[in-house]
Structures are given as structure tokens and as C-alpha cells.
């Protein structure tokens, strides 16, 4: 929950809060898919709450070619894609870069999806309510490549949930989707830890914990 003066505790606590505001999803036929690492924390909390399917969308940074933590852009398994053009203008980077680096990205967001999930079969996305969440959005590259991976899948309705979020990352998000729902937009924004008293790094291990201890039985 937040303090007064709109810190969440920790990532747990920040879905409990998104939760509230999104009961009018709840019930099993709506999938609630977690971005690693973080993400699937806050997700696991609001899948409990709204007794969902919980599940993971792996989406991938793309890295500038002198810089590998400046993102220009990012990349699901599936093939969603978001490219930050202003930056890639500015870099002059190249397509071959481009399709280098998606390439890779691509192939370890699709090895990652297939290690979290620990053999289960992918969820069916088709014809559902489906709620794609992350513990916060700065640049909105991410969440923007995950939400277009699951469009591509059909969905019913697409909801995007964060507990934190930048203007601009809302502002580029919130064409993608059916529902933004984002509980904090401050007029200054530092970074996603900021937001959060404990915002510890979260590991694989704990994501592979949380997806097998759902308890979520999935839609026939």
C-alpha cells in the first residue's frame, strides 16, 4: 500500500493496491501476465486477488549499439516490437543493427518464457481479458513490446497495469491498449525504484517460485 506520500512498500504490497482497482476483471477466464522480473511479483499478488491465471510475458530491452543499458527499444518472444525512432535517429543506427539485435533479444526472451514457465504449455490469450503488468514504466518500451506480443494473440480486452509510471511512458502506452490503469503519474519522475521503500532486485528463482505456487487453473 502507499504511504502519504505515494511510496509503496514493496512490490507485493503495490499489486495488492492495483488489485482494488481492477475487480471488475476477477474471476478465472482473465489472465494476468507478469513482465520478469519484478513485474510477475505485482502480478502474482493481483492474480491472487482476482483469482486469475497468472503467467509471464518476456519482453527484452534493445540495447544502442555503444551503450547496451541506453534502450532503443524492446522485443517479446512473439515478435512484438517497440523502437524508440527518435533515438535511433539520433544514434544513426543502422538497420542491420536493428535486425541484429532484435534477432537475439527475441530468441533469449523466447528461452526465458520457456524456462519460467518450466515446460507448461503458453496460456491461451484468445478471446480473454487479459492484464499485462510490470512494478513501474519509465521509457514504456517494455510494457509497449509486451502489450503488442499479446494483441497479437487476440485478446477480448487488453489492460496494462503498473503501480507507478512517467507521463510520457503512459502517454506511449495508452493507445495500445483497451485500459490503462496506472495509480501514480508524478509530474517528476526519477526512476521505478524511487516509488518503492523496498525495491530489492528480484530473481529468477523467486519468478519460477511465484508462477509454480499460483494455484490458477486455466479456462478450458
Known amino acids: 500500500m502507499r504511504d502519504h506520500e505515494g511510496i509503496f512498500r514493496d512490490r507485493t504490497d503495490a499489486g495488492v493496491d492495483l488489485a482494488r482497482h481492477l475487480m471488475r476483471h476477477r474471476g478465472p477466464g482473465t489472465l494476468v501476465l507478469g513482465i520478469p522480473r519484478g513485474g510477475v511479483v505485482v502480478a502474482a499478488e493481483i492474480a491472487r486477488q482476482l483469482d486469475a491465471e497468472l503467467d509471464v510475458v518476456v519482453a527484452r530491452k534493445l540495447g544502442a549499439p555503444m551503450s547496451e543499458e541506453l534502450a532503443i527499444g524492446a522485443v517479446s518472444a512473439n515478435g512484438g516490437r517497440y523502437l524508440n525512432e527518435d533515438i535511433i535517429r539520433e544514434l544513426d543506427v543502422s538497420p542491420d ?102 525495491f530489492r532486485p528480484t530473481e529468477d528463482a523467486a519468478v519460477e517460485r511465484l508462477l509454480k505456487e499460483s494455484g490458477t487453473v486455466a479456462p478450458a
Request: charged residues 25%; glycine residues 8%; aromatic residues 6%.
Open 97 to 198: 543493427y536493428l535486425a541484429t539485435v532484435t534477432e537475439r533479444e527475441q530468441a533469449e526472451a523466447r528461452r526465458r518464457e520457456a524456462r519460467f514457465r518450466g515446460g507448461r504449455p503458453a496460456p491461451r490469450v484468445a478471446g480473454r481479458t487479459v492484464i499485462v503488468v510490470d512494478d513501474g514504466l519509465a521509457t514504456g518500451a517494455t510494457m509497449y513490446a509486451a502489450v503488442r506480443s499479446v494483441r497479437q494473440q487476440s485478446p477480448a480486452r487488453l489492460v496494462a497495469a503498473v503501480p507507478v509510471g512517467s507521463r510520457e511512458g503512459c502517454a506511449v502506452l495508452r493507445n495500445e491498449v483497451d485500459e490503462l490503469v496506472c495509480l501514480l503519474a508524478p509530474d517528476f519522475f526519477a526512476a521505478v525504484g524511487s516509488f518503492y521503500l523496498d
